[in-house]
């Protein structure tokens, strides 16, 4: 026990899991033993395991992470620690296990061995510069000074096939995109970003790729500022 | 296996559902080799949730036994086709 260190904080949940990410949520200690909360660290811990994993570098100040890179289909526990001018706090109680899967898998219940049908194989024409039109409705779902999240739909049926995305952004007011995944696209319809300037505004668009290429951007979405409409929250009882 | 054939410079398509909890891992294999993505074979789940593999503009050495192998933490299977690539049509004058 750390002398003047916040208690532990309390009612951790998990919100909108699915295979890319899980949105963790918890509550303030209820004592926060005299000097302000500078933030928390989320920890996590794949069931079966005893390796508890940080999730954060540098302390979070609102009480809501999106928790990336967890393998899909495994279940995974989260606990949070608040950290003051004087130190940590023990770490919360864990919260319920939870999936890293969509909720269309988690919808079917159970467990079952793999099953293959017969493979059908079609000879197909091919069909030159079948480039992935845009993706619509770009839409930002989440925005703190830590992250933003944003979805979008895919497109239309031309070039469909074995769609990935890459993601842009742009600070408002320049026309400068940089691409964010620079490395690999991503699979499915969001994304969530970390890492933006603090106060700084900016716009985001998504672009499609296949084999044949790389299609034309979305609409890009209205300006964000990175900053806390939701900011610190404030402790029980103020 | 069962027996397909496409013409030569034409894309192939193998469509394969799988079913299983947790959702299984999908594997596709030429002669016993695992097929990495690339520019000429695109991997991907369709529409209809098919596991689907496409061969572009298919060479004769495009042709051999493919397998879809699916794994799960209760299991594994596979299902499997041989492909032939003809040489391209003649035309008669």
Known sequence: ??????????????????????????????????????????????????????????????????????????????????????????????????????????ARKGTSAPWTGQIIVTEEEPVEGEVPGKPHDLTVTEATRNYVVLSWKPPGERGHEGVMYYVEKCVSGTDSWQRVNTEIPVKSPRFALFDLAEGKSYCFRVRCCNAAGVGEPSEPTEATVVGDKLDIPSAPGR | AKKFAVTEGKHAKFRCYVTGKPKPEIVWKKDGEPITAGRRHLIFEDREGYYTLKVLYCKQQDSGLYVCAASNALGNTLSAVHLSVKGPAVRFR
């Open chain 1, 1 to 106: 026990e750390i002398e003047g260190a916040p208690g532990a904080p309390l009612d951790v949940c998990c919100q909108e899991a699915n295979k890319d990410y899980v949105i963790v949520t918890w509550k303030p200690p209820a004592m926060d033993r005299g000097s302000s909360i500078l933030g928390y660290f989320v920890d996590r811990c794949e069931v079966g395991t005893t390796h508890w994993a940080q999730c954060n570098d540098t302390p979070i100040k609102f009480a809501r992470f999106p928790v990336t890179g967890l393998i899909e289909g495994r279940s995974y526990i989260f606990r949070v620690r608040a950290v003051n001018k004087c130190g940590m706090s023990h770490p919360s109680r864990v919260s319920e296990p939870v999936a890293a899967m969509d909720p269309a898998d988690r």
